[in-house]
């Protein structure tokens, strides 16, 4: 699973800090998510999409389903 959080998070000019606070997890979760080392929970993810107001898909991308649709 990859996601684009990081890539949000600089067009929404926030912090790891500052995303953390607004989806109630600590800096290191955040962290964990960015670099794949943790998969955020459905209710998490759906948090994260609605601050950044775009859909649950347009942030998080299963890479076996991608390389599916390249093949």
Do not use: W
């Amino acid at each position: 699973m990859q996601n684009k959080i990081k890539v949000q998070r600089a067009i929404h000019h926030l912090t790891q800090e500052q995303l953390a606070d607004k989806i109630g997890v600590s800096r290191q979760t955040v962290i964990a998510i960015e670099s794949d080392k943790y998969l955020p929970s459905l209710k998490l993810a759906f948090k994260i999409a609605k601050l950044f107001k775009v859909k649950i898909e347009d942030i998080f991308t299963d890479t076996a389903e991608r390389e599916d649709y390249e093949n």
